[in-house]
């Protein structure tokens, strides 16, 4: 019977994988950035919104912790970090209210995009998404216009070597969804976004090497591209927001080809 069980289990969890195909578009597109001081400035407005809503201590605040450990990893000042969190906790003032909006448009062909964004003026932060999408062959939309082909979840990266039989019963302990292996000797472990700090806890306990966790939007469907016009141009799109500075995040649902993907960042 326990044989059973888990051989549908794994199954559900295999029929459930292609989860990061944005994902991988991410990675591979990621040459290392000229904009680190963007990085910085991303990571710190986000320990910043994680103090403010919570508690500012991070043994109590999973995402404040999460922030803070990607903004080490990202190489950013251990006073930088204080100074965001004493922000955040109202105990250092700069004069300056950060609030979270989401936005949300299409890009050439109708691909849906997703923008993340914390700003302390959103009129400025509308105009400069709208300009960005105009010259990049797409269009800011109405709220709600593409947020339905999402689900927000919770997901872990894990790193190095993985045993699937074992990586596949410490997800089942720590309530996961899903899993997916990558090509890197690396596997995404999703969940319900509320059950994300278990799952964190679970693989690290099960001896699990998790080297990121983080909130992501997984589209319901991907569109394919294959035109390398289209390829070039959302990528310049992509490209374009991102480098904004109220821009944390931005999430598509387009997939293309590696080599459709080099041809395009050439």
């Known amino acids: ?31 290392v950035d000229a904009k680190k001081g963007k990085t910085f400035t991303q990571l710190s407005r986000a320990i910043i919104v994680a103090a403010r809503n919570g508690i500012p201590d991070p043994a109590g605040n999973f995402q404040l912790r999460t922030a803070i450990e990607k903004a080490k990893v990202a190489g950013i000042p251990n006073d930088n970090i204080e100074r965001a969190i004493a922000k955040g906790a109202g105990t250092f ?6 609030e979270e909006i989401r936005y949300e448009g299409y890009g050439p062909g109708g ?40 689900d927000q979840k919770g997901v872990c990266l894990v790193q190095g070597v993985v045993d699937e039989d074992q ?29 994300l700090e278990i799952l964190n806890q679970t693989l690290k306990e099960q001896g699990f090497k998790v080297t990121e966790v983080e909130l992501r ?18 990528l310049k799109l992509i490209d374009t927001l991102e ?21 395009s960042m050439a």
């Not at 939007?217 to 016009?229: F, L, M």
Request: proline share 1%; hydrophobic share 40%; charged share 20%.
């Open 1 to 31: 019977m326990y044989i059973l069980v888990y051989w549908r289990v794994q199954e559900y969890f295999q029929v459930m994988a292609g989860h990061s195909k944005w994902a991988n578009i991410k990675r591979q597109k990621a040459v």
């Open 93 to 98: 003032s700069d004069n300056s209210t950060l």
């Open 111 to 150: 691909v849906a995009i997703l923008i993340e964004a914390l700003t302390d003026n959103r009129n400025r932060t509308a105009a400069d998404l709208r300009v960005a999408f105009s010259k990049n062959g797409g269009n800011l939309g109405e709220t709600g216009c593409v947020s339905w082909m999402f």
């Open 167 to 195: 990586l596949l019963e410490a997800s089942l302990e720590g309530g996961a969804e899903s899993y997916e292996m990558t090509e890197e000797e690396t596997a995404e472990v999703f969940t319900e976004v509320a059950n």
């Open 217 to 234: 939007w997984i589209p319901s469907n991907n569109i394919e591209v294959t035109e390398p016009d289209q390829a070039r141009s959302l």
């Open 243 to 263: 480098s904004l500075d109220d821009v944390q995040n931005v999430t598509s649902n387009f997939d293309m080809s590696e080599q459709l993907l080099a041809v």
